[in-house]
């Protein structure tokens, strides 16, 4: 089961951070990631963090805006936006898979089969 939160309204320029937590499950040994989707356009892969070494991955459209980490203490996963733009909006969802170790680069490409129900991010002045 994860949850997911911290999504909102934010003006340009802004930040969120938007957590995932896992109860019934111990994220320590799943990849998670980030997905997201705006109105009318297929979903998107946003970020990825490893299990085993937690390497992470972010999409061309973030990279050097959104960072991804892992509180395995928390068995939380966090996904802080920075400079956020109107065209981040959308419903952000994580999802969990044991991927075990895989060349992270490629860890959006793969199906992951345990999903949250997603937080709204909107970004607008």
């Known amino acids: 089961h994860l949850v997911e939160s911290g999504g909102g309204l934010v003006q340009p320029g802004g930040s969120l951070r938007l957590s995932c937590a896992a109860s019934g499950f111990n994220l320590d040994y799943y990849t998670i990631a980030w997905f997201r989707q705006a109105p009318g356009k297929e979903r998107e892969g946003v970020s990825c963090?490893?299990?085993?070494?937690?390497?992470?991955h972010v999409a061309d459209s973030v990279k050097g805006r959104f960072t991804i980490s892992r509180d395995n203490a928390k068995n939380t996963v966090y996904l802080q936006m920075n400079s956020l733009k109107a065209e981040d909006t959308g419903v952000y969802y994580c999802a969990a898979e044991a991927l075990g170790l895989i060349a992270i680069s490629t860890c959006l490409r793969f199906d992951f089969g345990s999903w949250g129900q997603g937080t709204q991010v909107t970004v607008s002045s």
């Open positions: 963090i490893g299990s085993s070494d937690a390497s992470t």
